[in-house]
């Protein structure tokens, strides 16, 4: 067997050649072959070749027998190769089996632009552009610095284009490409690729990864700002498959493709598609405009000066609206309150604490926060639910000022609520209850009650406070059933049943009875039986009397509206 190299500069170190290798156009000087046994492959490691400094060019055929053709194609199983380029212009070809190719270099790669005080600029930005093929099998692709092209191929390629403006092309397979330092084009195309605009790795020793507008967002950085905003604009292609696609620094332009994909931007103001699919979308530091696309998408997270639009998919099933549910779930980004749009509640403006915004449309679902997050009214001030402890002192609507004597927590994942339906989380949405409360939009459990008061309530009930189940009151203006990912239902409890301040308005403390007592898991309940030995007896629990009237299912509904 012959695998045949063909270089414009002979220059091949250290490999043995054989000279004038007869071909269809006659005999080429400029011909080599790395000698190998004619009636056998060679070693299952495959050859090392190293063309050593210049513009070189490299075919190499596996299991190629007889006279060299260059219209012919390579047969047979091809063994891994390993391909070391060198500095200068190099083109390469892998052939059939999964190749290791090096065109890096030993120079140390520099950006064209340079970077002040960290990397000085190329002196030479074209003495180093390559062109690779991968050609078949899982190819290892690593190159230098300046303006590479990069082909892989059929197979399972891992390709790290190196530094300065790449193009890039994984072809077939379940690609892994790096386009680091350097506005790079990256496609992935079929199979489910990994695809990073940037380096893999960003972190505190990175100075290629930092925020264009530190002061602009209050985010801190240990470098500080970005003084190149311009070396890593990358656009970056998932195309077919379930594709994940991270954007790093500066301004990239991120498209899933078709497939359930996985969008970063990263670092800067991004544009991000998710195209076909149930995508997943994080803008990411900086002003984000994402777009979902067909499918049921979900934006993760959110900063101040994102766009968000999740995309109205056809309607199918011929009833007139659209079929998708487009969710944007802004968990732990301290917002402050939501409004939306009169007429239409899938747009409107997230202002958050720090007094930024962000805007979307066609979103179905917002989770502004789940019960961790709700503030509860204290003699010092509003505090978040989950920072309250035994002893914490609470003001009450009727008892003034009431110290809590048991604290509980329940954490419900994915699967937990998609067993149990009925304990999914109630969006009462800023000023759904009338009088502009709540003060800012609040998520309870389904079975949390909260105090209405109303001229309708002293008609129907000769009572004008009444509590009413969060479930029951779904249908009401701003009040509806969230479908989430996880949630956490925090409980606390007084001497007495309370009614206390969230976010503004007055809900009840935990009463336990038969029914949530059951909930909270056996060992919360014996927390509370240590604590109140009575409620462990139906005496003690009847006398553990609610504050208010608690409306039944058919009385709340009256109040729906």
């Not at 209850?433 to 309530?457: F, I």
Request: aromatic share 8%; charged share 25%; glycine share 16%.
């Amino acid at each position: 067997m012959l695998d045949y190299i063909y270089e414009q500069s002979p220059e091949l170190v250290g490999m043995p050649v054989v000279a004038g290798v007869s071909t269809k156009a006659g005999t080429e000087e400029n011909f080599y072959a790395v000698e190998g046994d004619t009636n056998g492959p060679l070693p299952d490691d495959g050859p090392t070749i190293n063309t050593g400094p210049g513009n070189d060019e490299v075919l190499l055929y596996d299991d190629f027998y007889g006279t060299y053709d260059p219209t012919l194609t390579p047969t047979g199983n091809g063994g891994p190769d390993s391909i070391i380029g060198g500095d200068g212009n190099d083109v390469v070809y892998g052939g059939v089996g999964g190749d290791t190719i090096d065109t890096s270099g030993d120079d140390e790669p520099l950006p064209d632009v340079g970077y002040p005080g960290v990397y000085p600029a190329d002196s030479d930005p074209n003495n180093d552009k390559d062109l690779v093929f991968g050609e078949q099998g899982d190819d290892i692709i690593t190159t230098g610095d300046d303006d590479d092209e990069i082909y892989g191929g059929s197979g399972n390629d891992t390709i790290d284009a190196g530094i300065d403006d790449d193009y890039v092309e994984g072809g077939s397979g379940d690609d892994t490409i790096i386009g680091s330092e350097g506005n790079d084009e990256l496609y992935g195309q079929d199979g489910n690729d990994t695809i990073y605009g940037g380096l893999v790795t960003p972190g505190p020793a990175d100075a290629l990864n930092l925020p264009d507008d530190l002061d602009g967002d209050g985010d801190s950085n240990d470098f500080g700002e970005d003084l190149v905003t311009f070396n890593n604009n990358d656009t970056v292609y998932g195309g077919a498959g379930d594709d994940t696609l991270y954007g790093a620094d500066d301004d990239d332009t991120l498209y899933g493709g078709t497939g359930n994909d996985f969008l970063d931007g990263g670092v800067d103001d991004d544009e991000m598609y998710g195209d076909e699919g149930e995508d997943t979308l994080i803008g990411g530091q900086g002003d984000d405009d994402l777009y979902g696309g067909l499918g049921d998408d979900l934006f993760l997270g959110g900063n101040g000066g994102d766009n968000v639009v999740g995309g109205e998919d056809p309607d199918l099933d011929g009833d007139g609206q659209s079929d998708d549910w487009d969710v944007l779930d802004l968990t732990g980004s301290n917002v402050d309150y939501i409004d939306y749009v009169p007429g239409d509640p899938e747009a409107g403006t997230v202002y958050f604490l720090d007094g930024s915004t962000m805007t979307f449309s066609e979103i179905e679902n917002v989770i502004p926060c789940f019960t961790p997050g709700t503030t509860i009214a204290t003699p010092k001030g509003e505090r978040l639910v989950e920072e309250l402890r035994e002893g914490d002192r609470i003001i009450t609507r009727d008892n003034g000022i009431q110290e809590i004597r048991w604290v509980g927590r329940k954490d419900m994942t994915g699967t937990q609520l998609v067993k149990n339906p009925h304990l999914k989380p109630i969006l009462i949405k800023a000023g759904a209850l009338g009088n502009g409360l709540p003060e800012r939009d609040m998520v309870v459990s389904p079975n949390h009650r909260v105090l209405v008061a109303s001229d309708l309530t002293q008609l129907y009930f000769e009572e004008r406070e009444v509590l009413a189940a969060a479930k029951h009151l779904v249908g009401s203006d701003g009040v509806h059933e969230l479908d989430v990912m996880q949630t956490s239902y925090i409980h606390f409890m007084f001497d007495r049943h309370e009614v206390v301040l969230s976010n503004g308005c007055w809900t009840e403390s935990f009463q336990p009875g038969d029914y949530s007592l059951k909930g909270i898991g056996n060992s919360q309940r014996n927390e509370i039986f240590e604590l109140f030995p009575e409620l462990a007896t139906k005496p003690g629990l009847e006398g553990y009397q609610a504050a208010r009237r608690a409306l039944k299912k058919h009385e709340a509904r009256l109040l729906v509206k």
